[in-house]
């Protein structure tokens, strides 16, 4: 392997994860036949074949799975080098790599705009997703900070509440319960309703709180976004659960009543969240000491009325 060139090891990883060379050659600005060649040189210097083709896709061998997981340490561990001598430098210069659960989509990109101009030097590429495919992100170790609402058990994670998610219950403006308060939970009961995905956090949520007090919502449709919901209410086809950031621009003026409904909002938190077992790079702590010290400041200028995680929770990044 001492023979091995960072090169290599680059067109090795573009063609593992693409699984073909084509793609690999087309990433890289590379011809097919260089891509191939240079594989195989790889191939050569760890004496063990690195992939196996299967029709026209390729797959990694059990060596080929071993030398991807290498590159990327080394790969990260180059780019962590990079911010490093940035860093030293007097600049804060990189790659941030976020992942965002769905509902964060309503702020998350707010917070980043004064971040960017703040450390111009900072590239950011932003993934929002659901829970279920975040928790997928964390196990391949795709990213360097998580914007989430419940923790997974798994990974091990580092995690720093920063503000409120409360739930409520949404209805149509017009809808019969819009003037009652304390409106009982199993007033519920047989309401059309609109449930997000499987795999959805908040789905998670409203199914345990539906079943813990034996509420049992006609669920008309499934969806897979939260905006998709807000328009299948408007639309007059149920009511829904969905976290108060989904209207935080349009409000209860427009189409959308909150239902005051007993339990409701559930209270949750946003976490910034990162692998127990993660060394940070420079832009990503400076970007978990950004969000914890300034967004409560941001948020109460565009989010009213969410407040911060409560104190005791908070925790600053030093006492990480
Ligand atoms: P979801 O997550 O988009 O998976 O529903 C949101 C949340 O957990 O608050």
């Known amino acids: 392997m001492i023979h091995a060139t960072l090169h290599q090891l680059k067109v090795f990883e573009a063609t593992a994860r693409h699984g073909s060379f084509t793609r690999a050659a087309e ?25 196996e083709q299967i029709g026209k896709r390729l797959y990694l061998t ?22 490093s ?34 450390y111009p030097g900072i590239d950011i590429s932003l993934k929002v997703t659901n829970h279920q495919h975040i928790q997928e992100r ?11 609402s419940s923790p997974p058990d ?25 003037d009652k308060t304390n409106i009982p939970i199993q007033a519920l009961n047989g309401e059309p309703f609109i449930m997000r995905e499987p795999g959805s956090g908040t789905r998670q949520v409203v199914q345990e709180r ?8 006609k669920v008309r449709l499934e969806l897979g976004s939260n905006e998709a919901i807000k328009h299948a209410i408007a639309g007059g086809l149920g009511i829904s659960v969905l976290s108060l ?37 420079v832009v990503a702590e400076t970007f978990l000491q950004y969000l914890l010290e300034e967004s409560h400041d941001m ?22």
């Open 27 to 51: 990433e890289l600005y590379l011809t097919q036949p260089t891509v191939s060649i240079q594989v195989k040189q790889l191939t050569k210097a760890v004496g063990l074949p690195l992939f």
């Open 62 to 83: 059990q060596a080929g799975q071993r030398l991807l997981d290498t590159c990327q340490q080394i790969f990260e561990g180059l780019d962590q080098f990079e911010m």
């Open 85 to 118: 001598v940035a860093d030293l430098k007097g600049m804060k210069q990189g790659q941030l790599r976020l992942a965002v659960i769905t509902t964060a989509k309503y702020f998350v990109p707010r917070l980043l705009g004064p971040f960017c101009q703040r």
């Open 138 to 148: 964390m196990a391949n170790n795709e990213d360097d900070l998580y914007v989430i």
């Open 154 to 178: 798994q990974p091990d994670l580092k995690t720093h509440p920063f503000l409120e998610n409360p739930l409520v219950v949404i209805g149509p403006k017009d809808h019969p319960l819009v």
């Open 210 to 217: 539906f079943a813990k007090n034996k509420v049992d919502v």
């Open 245 to 281: 950031h989904t209207i935080i621009s349009e409000g209860t003026k427009g189409e959308f009543a909150i239902l005051d409904v007993e339990g409701f909002p559930i209270p949750r938190h946003w976490y910034v969240a990162h692998l127990a077992g993660k060394q940070l790079s």
């Open 299 to 320: 948020a109460e200028k565009f989010l009213p009325g969410i407040g911060r995680a409560p104190k005791k929770t908070r925790r600053s990044l030093s006492k990480v």
